[in-house]
């Protein structure tokens, strides 16, 4: 097993590096989330205005997810390690022409994908929200958080802290551990979902048994995945603390966390079509 989830690591990067065209869509991507959120939380504009830019942004994610998981399943299915340089460059100019067959194919499966991982967090934090209030209480941060939205530096946001009761700081650390661990579970389920649901091509509830089959049948490299997620952007989060605001520092990490996103979808990808490779010639086509 473990030999498995090594090769898989070398093999997603290897598919990374062979597709690098796939960051370009996923760049543009997150840059018009991220302008798009930017209007919707400004306070100029109206109520109407926002729920409309809001609607807009999820199709935007449900018709962008369906193209560019396509394109990462078929960039898995074309890996070839043998190919000549011309061949890979070739076949991944290809893939991507294929990104709007992926939304013309998979954006309906992808809405219900988008409204199945929608309840799961909803679910997800309710529960989890109310075990830390039974277990820790409600540390006084969670009360100033507007205060706290209004820091604009990292020292005043340290300065904070350091103002807090020790009591204060465990609820506080506790909570925030408790819900990374359950943001860590639930984003990986989440891409391990829409691995199956591209790569079996079934409907959006047998598509959400097969995943949980899967998690659970697989539970311990799955595990590892995990926590290989967790410190992948714990790294790229220390490294957005130390490089500070700007726009040279944003570029960056925009990139860097295009790459880290892009390589474990494929990740997952490889993984789940490798583990269940024996069943393909029992896939809807």
């Not at 939205?149 to 020790?166: D, G, K, R």
């Not at 984003?187 to 995943?211: G, Q, S």
């Not at 474990?264 to 809807?284: A, G, M, P, Q």
């Amino acid at each position: 097993m473990r030999v498995i989830i090594l090769c898989m690591f070398k093999r997603a990067s290897s598919i990374l590096r062979n597709n690098m065209i796939f960051i370009q869509p996923l760049l543009l991507y997150l840059l018009l989330l991220m302008t798009s959120l930017t209007f919707v939380l400004a306070k100029e504009m109206y109520f109407v205005s926002k729920c409309m830019l809001l609607l807009s942004i999820i199709l935007m994610t449900i018709a962008f997810s369906a193209g560019w998981f396509y394109v990462n399943k078929l960039g898995i299915q074309n890996y070839n390690s043998s190919d000549e340089v011309e061949v890979v460059v070739l076949k991944a100019k290809e893939n991507i022409k294929k990104f709007f067959v992926g939304v013309g194919e998979n954006f309906f499966k992808s809405f219900g994908g988008f409204v199945i991982c929608t309840i799961l967090y909803f679910v997800g934090v309710f529960v989890v929200g109310n075990l830390c209030l039974s277990v820790y209480g409600e540390p006084t941060v969670i009360m100033d958080m507007p205060k706290l939205a209004q820091t604009q530096t990292n020292a005043e946001l340290v300065a904070y802290l350091n103002n807090i009761s020790e009591t204060d700081k465990l609820a506080f650390v506790s909570w925030i551990w408790a819900f990374v661990v359950l943001s860590s579970v639930l984003n990986f389920f989440c891409i391990l979902y829409f691995a199956v649901l591209n790569i079996e091509k079934r409907n959006i509830f047998a598509t959400l048994w097969l995943t949980v089959k899967f998690f659970f049948m697989n539970l311990i490299p799955n595990i590892g995945i995990i926590f290989s997620m967790f410190f992948a952007y714990l790294f790229l989060n220390i490294l957005s603390f130390l490089l500070g605001a700007g726009p040279i520092s944003f570029f960056i990490l925009i990139i860097l966390f295009a790459l880290y996103l892009n390589y474990y979808v494929l990740l997952v990808f490889c993984f789940y079509d490798e583990k269940t490779k024996d069943n393909s010639n029992n896939r809807s086509e």
